[in-house]
Antibody, heavy 117, light 109 residues
Framework: QVQLVQSGAEVKKPGASVKVSCKASGYTFTGYYMHWVRQAPGQGLEWMGRINPNSGGTNYAQKFQGRVTMTRDTSISTAYMELSRLRSDDTAVYYC??????????WGQGTLVTVSS | EIVLTQSPATLSLSPGERATLSCGASQSVSSSYLAWYQQKPGLAPRLLIYDASSRATGIPDRFSGSGSGTDFTLTISRLEPEDFAVYYCQQYGSSPPITFGQGTRLEIK
């Protein structure tokens, strides 16, 4: 079965960077786009961008352009999302999501990133 | 960017009743690339409906989606206790950006 396992919770200071990993199993990693979605405490879902694991090509939401970098390592079926220049309002749960057919089919368990001085 | 507006923000119903949730788009959603998700506290969202009206794998047939263009609806025909949650619509068009609605909270009356 498809599984996405994300790295553990992080606590960062304002201005720092965070890199979250997402290890995929149960399918051909290069076959599905991988998206990143975040959810601030008590708030809705926000799409950050996606990566084509086959080509490495990316599309980022305009809000995160210049601050987010999505990469992948096909040898270990793992996607990464790095967010730089962290602010307190970046405190959120970050999800990786594999898009298999239509819609966001498979979600990681989420990684809580807390930004606090 | 397509803005999705969900209504109502909160819906209070009893088990056994019918729920109708709405999602309006600021411009036409191409090819009905509209999905619905259910999210329970502390868990990741779960895909319910894709392409406006197709049920995802394992989703009970009491969930149905309809609509096209700028107006979409999620209907839960007969509410079960486990259906009380937050529901989000999402458009995933032919190209980014992908956007979500702000959510509808379905609560027990």
């Amino acid at each position: 079965q498809v599984q996405l396992v994300q790295s553990g919770a992080e606590v960062k200071k304002p201005g720092a960077s965070v890199k979250v990993s997402c290890k995929a199993s149960g399918y051909t990693f290069t076959g599905y786009y991988m998206h990143w979605v975040r959810q601030a405490p008590g708030q809705g879902l926000e799409w950050m961008g996606r990566i084509n694991p086959n080509s490495g090509g990316t599309n980022y939401a305009q809000k995160f352009q210049g601050r987010v970098t999505m990469t992948r390592d096909t040898s270990i079926s793992t996607a990464y999302m790095e967010l730089s220049r962290l602010r307190s309002d970046d405190t959120a749960v970050y999800y990786c999501v594999a898009e298999a057919a239509a819609g966001f089919d498979y979600w990681g368990q989420g990684t809580l990133v807390t930004v606090s001085s | 960017e397509i803005v999705l507006t969900q209504s109502p923000a909160t819906l209070s119903l009893s088990p056994g009743e019918r729920a109708t949730l709405s999602c309006g788009a600021s411009q036409s959603v191409s090819s009905s690339y509209l999905a619905w998700y259910q999210q329970k506290p502390g868990l990741a969202p779960r895909l319910l409906i894709y392409d406006a009206s197709s049920r995802a794998t394992g989703i009970p047939d009491r969930f149905s989606g309809s609509g096209s263009g700028t107006d979409f609806t999620l209907t839960i025909s007969r509410l079960e206790p486990e259906d009380f949650a937050v529901y989000y619509c999402q458009q995933y068009g032919s190209s980014p950006p992908i956007t979500f609605g702000q959510g509808t909270r379905l609560e027990i009356k």
